[in-house]
């Protein structure tokens, strides 16, 4: 009390703008939330170097500043002490956050750690804003409200079936040019499509199940029906895992409310079922042959990768979102494609674990471990209708669970993980809630004095409400204020990323259509201003190294290895363009180097080979020879080894 009293003393306007928001207030920040999540699924800009992730990172960060100003409010009094769901909820994301802001600050290449992978975009920057939406999900949704969220969720889902449809009949309106598989939507990949598809579809589900209307049970089930149908066409099955996931919940709860005995009988056929679809997807079982997909195999190459980094690294991780640049030298020996590299663990845990070590990992599966306890209790707790709808979020939120076993955390796609782990907070809170104001009374112990009780709590409301009224009435003009002031201060961040990306995409293809003299002057132009931006400069260097311009490409791979002293490309570059111009004795510092970042690329030690007998370095020449037939005795590389030195 006394505590409380001296913060009122000390800090009175914060006191006073600290409250829960007006009903109004809520809905307008759900909206806020949902339209930023339909807008990242959907979001691309085919103008940008980067069409799809870098226009979703963008929408994803301008919504969550609005929101962080328009719930002011609510976040103040959440500073104060809260008891339950809410409570741990909130600090179990703070230590994630503050995990994140550890390791991004110690990570080598900050503008990876900030922005992201090239391509990618799942620096801290996104994990933060997605942190914000989860953080006022759980604050602004309630079980009323969560079919808001529901609806938001599968009409993107459907959205995205739609444009599925048109990829189907070549009607694209984009034009993407991809030749394996066409159904990349606006997610750039058919895996997040697939994934995206499958985990909207329990939403879809859910609506469909709730539906009291004949004509509403149909739509819901015309939707579900081509969403499936899309995500089949997509040729991954990671979304349909999810899916039988989160629907099977869903009906062994509906089962449950209809029959109790029906329901845990239900349960131990869904246990007893679902064991041999499990292990069909490690390649185990009869159900193997239909279920299985190879590509889990490259991924195992990647985890086992990530454990060596972790084990290398093990408090503060590579950095954030660098995995590809340390990729090349963890890999094991003998992959499943020899030579394929990649930048992401293809597993959101094992990414995590990698990049960002205990200090995000531990907080981030705790997190997810509360709000997964939580679900659960509000689940078991809840009745009727409440605990159908509780049921099909837990069943959402536990099928991505699932999904990002094997999925990178696309930002289309994960947007939705982080709200979904927002309103489930909320919903196991509001039962919390409801219990504790409505327990169970036995009708034959009425009293005078429980009426009366009755009549102050609803005066005391009431009164609560008038303030709360008078709150809104003064205060929510500083939260339009804060939230318009964080969106232009994100604008003056952001814009100018996404103008150097559209104007390295019109120099990639020309569009200006300059001449020669005009196009170097760009080159060197967009060189300028991209000095702290080592990704576009690598792009930039391989511009000018085509454009022939080789000592501007010097220029800037020597910027780009001052900025990420192990970047690949850094000293591939200058590798090849020295090799080009017939300088073998500049070329084999890069290419040594190369052997230190990449161990068993074997095309770069035959290259180097090349490159010392050509300065006379025989015996060095000799040693990677037999480096390359003690490692992979046989192979091509070997063969080609052995004809340059018997040469």
């Known amino acids: 009390m006394v505590n409380l009293l001296f913060r009122e003393l000390r800090y009175p306007n914060v006191m006073k703008l600290a409250r829960v928001l007006t009903e109004v207030e809520a809905k307008k920040v759900q909206s806020f939330i949902l339209f930023g999540g339909v807008f990242t699924t959907l979001a691309i800009w085919t103008k940008l170097e980067d069409p799809i992730n870098l226009p979703k990172m963008f929408v994803l960060v301008l919504s969550a500043a609005a929101v962080l100003g328009l719930a002011l409010p609510a976040l103040i009094k959440a500073r104060y002490p809260l008891r339950g769901s809410q409570g741990l909820a909130f600090s179990a994301l703070g230590l994630f956050v503050g995990g994140l802001l550890i390791a991004t600050v110690v990570t080598d290449v900050k503008y990876t750690a900030i922005f992201g992978e090239y391509h990618r975009n799942n620096g801290a920057l996104s994990y933060l804003a997605m942190s914000i939406l989860m953080l006022v999900s759980a604050l602004t949704f309630n079980l009323k409200s969560s079919s808001r969220y529901l609806f938001f969720y599968a ?15 070549g009607k ?3 034009g993407w040019k991809i030749d ?4 990349i939507t606006t997610l750039g990949n058919p895996n997040f499509t697939s994934g995206f598809l499958g985990l909207s579809g329990i939403a879809i589900f859910l609506l469909l199940i709730e539906a009291k209307e004949r004509k509403t049970q149909v739509a819901w089930a015309i939707g579900l029906i081509t969403n499936l149908y899309i995500l089949k066409r997509s040729g991954s099955i990671q979304g349909l895992f999810g899916f039988l996931l989160g629907a099977g919940i869903i009906v062994l709860v509906k089962i449950w409310l209809i029959n109790r005995k029906y329901g845990q009988i239900g349960l131990v056929a869904a246990l007893i079922a679902g064991s041999p679809i499990g292990l069909a997807v490690i390649n185990i079982g009869p159900l193997a042959s239909k279920l299985y997909q190879g590509t889990l195999r490259n991924r195992l190459d990647y985890w086992q ?33 020899q030579g394929q590299t990649t930048d992401n663990a293809h597993s959101v845990y094992m990414q995590l674990l990698a990049t960002g070590g205990l200090v995000t990992f531990i ?35 536990l099928g991505t669970l699932a999904v990002n076993i094997v999925a990178i ?9 982080w709200i979904t782990g927002g309103v489930l907070v909320a919903v196991s809170t509001n039962s919390e809630e409801e219990q504790k104001e409505n327990p169970p009374t036995n009708s034959n112990t009425a009293t ?13 409301q009431a009164k609560a409400k008038k303030k709360t009224k008078s709150y809104a009435s003064t205060e929510f003009p500083i939260t339009t204020i804060l939230a318009s002031v964080l969106v232009i201060l994100t604008l003056i961040v952001l814009m100018p990323i996404l103008g150097k990306s559209q104007s390295l995409n019109v120099l990639k293809t020309n569009g200006n259509k300059l001449d020669a003299n005009a196009y170097v002057a760009e080159l060197n132009h967009q060189v300028l201003n991209n000095q702290g931006n080592p990704q576009n400069l690598i792009l930039l260097a391989d511009i000018a190294l085509r454009q022939g311009e080789i000592d501007l490409s010097y220029q800037i791979d020597a910027r780009i290895r001052e900025l990420d002293p192990r970047s690949f490309y850094g000293h591939y570059l200058p590798a090849i363009a020295n090799e080009a111009t017939s300088k073998p004795a500049e070329a084999t510092k890069f290419r040594e180097k190369l052997v230190e970042l990449d161990p068993w690329n074997t095309s770069n030690i035959v290259q180097l080979i090349k490159d010392y007998l050509a300065v006379g370095q025989k015996a060095k020449a000799q040693a990677l020879g037999n480096l390359i037939h003690k490692n992979y005795p046989g192979s091509q590389s070997d063969l080609d080894a052995s004809a340059l030195l018997a040469g």
Do not use: C
Request: a positive charge; aromatic letters at 16%.
């Open 448 to 460: 005078g004095n429980s009426s009366f009780d009755q009549k102050i709590a609803k005066g005391k």
């Open 172 to 174: 694209d309106p984009v």
């Open 305 to 337: 990768a990530a454990l060596s980094m972790f084990k290398d690294h093990p408090i503060i991780g590579v950095g954030i979102d660098r995995f590809g640049e340390y990729y090349r030298q963890y890999a094991i020996q003998h992959q499943i494609v």
């Open 180 to 183: 394996y598989n066409p159904f």
């Open 363 to 397: 907080p981030y599966l705790t997190l997810i471990a509360f709000i997964t306890y939580a679900g659960f209790t509000a689940l078991m707790k809840s009745r009727g209708s409440a605990k159908l709808r509780i049921g099909g979020i837990l069943g959402i939120w």
């Open 409 to 417: 955390d696309n930002i289309g796609v994960a947007v939705w993980f």
């Open 155 to 169: 009409t993107a889902g459907l959205f995205l079936t739609a444009y599925g449809f048109l990829q189907a009949a």
